[in-house]
């Protein structure tokens, strides 16, 4: 079976380009967002992202705050107890970006239809009201009639809705523990990323721990996303900072207000891009930005055993990057 493992700076060159279609799972800060590879959207430039979330996270607060994406879809736009998403906010009311809003079942249902090819959802939800009428897309079309389009249901002859499926050109997907191979076991709340890996034309997969097979072998059953649907897999340990990784680290609340207060201005941004975002040059730097302590201290949580019945297959970091070097790709891993 193939080795997938790549650097993080060749997963964003190979499958990211100014335009796409971007999604990423999960969303809030329990959700597990591959937040880093967002970070590294913005370190390569990308621009004019057409951004699919599930639910607001810091990533796509990040991605609007910076420019970098023009378009967005997603369900709840808020952080929680953090507050409303300030970079989504200013990038909304500046006219930057277009923000397509749904409900949070209508986000799960569109990207159920994405992963069934199937060529609508039909829409039982968001339908007599402005989540329906009101497009981003079109502002000046009111009522919209192409947003959630009205059907009729051919059984009962009542009008319903459609919704258009979701089918992202990338997903970057956290998760928490893969093989080279691209199998991946998720802990903690799914946000829809079993549906987004099979839904979205290229997955990169972003694990905060690599595993042996024998891992694989053992709990088959916990294979959310299979190595089939996988381009990539990119060895990132607290990958989805600062957010949390149930099982792996706890969100890091301070940095969460930080971050928020200094994506509601354009100077707050850049500062932040140069010190969180450009500052670090490998993950030993990226680590070190975090700082160790504090990394220590997320790490000491209260979740942490669910991680207990993986840690015997769990590999250390050399060997994950003896598996990473640019010519391991060519190497089989034993199934």
């Known amino acids: 079976m193939p080795n997938k493992l790549i650097s993080l700076a060749e997963a964003g060159r190979r499958f990211s380009w100014d335009g796409m279609c971007y999604a990423s799972g999960a969303a809030l800060p329990v959700g597990s967002d591959a937040l880093v590879f967002g970070r590294e959207l913005l370190r390569q430039k990308r621009k004019d992202l057409h951004a699919i979330f599930h639910c607001c996270g810091q990533q796509l607060n990040l991605l609007a705050a910076a420019g970098a994406a023009t378009k967005a879809e997603c369900g709840f736009a808020a952080l929680e107890v953090v507050g409303f998403a300030n970079g989504l906010r200013r990038a909304v ?70 919704f258009s499926p979701l089918k992202p050109d990338v997903a970057a997907i956290h998760v928490t523990l893969a093989d080279a191979n691209g199998n991946a076991i998720l802990l903690g709340t799914e946000w829809s990323r079993f549906e987004l890996s099979r839904a979205a034309k290229r997955v990169v997969v972003i694990a905060d721990a690599i595993v042996d097979p024998g891992c694989i072998r053992q709990y088959p059953n916990l294979v959310r996303i299979p190595e089939l649907l996988v381009e990539a897999v990119v060895y990132w340990p607290f990958a989805a900072w600062p957010h949390s990784s149930p099982g792996m680290y706890d969100m890091d609340e301070e940095h969460m207000f930080f971050m928020n207060k200094a994506l509601a201005s354009e100077q707050g941004t850049a500062d932040y891009i140069r010190d969180f975002v450009e500052s670090y040059s490998d993950l030993d730097s990226y680590l070190d930005m975090i700082g160790r302590d504090k990394i220590a201290h997320l790490s000491d949580s209260v979740s942490s055993f669910l991680l207990d019945p993986y840690r015997r297959w769990i590999l250390p970091a050399d060997e994950v990057a003896r598996l990473t070097a640019p010519d391991a790709g060519s190497k089989e891993i034993a199934a």
């Open 93 to 162: 009311e500046s006219g930057r970006l277009a923000l397509e809003d749904y409900s949070n079942l209508a986000m799960a249902l569109r990207l159920l239809g994405g992963a069934l090819n199937w060529p609508f959802v039909p829409a039982t939800v968001n339908i007599g009201s402005d989540l329906q009428d009101r497009s981003a897309f079109a502002p000046d079309a009111y009522p919209s009639r192409e947003k959630i389009p009205a059907i009729t249901d051919p059984f009962s002859g009542k009008e319903i809705g459609a």
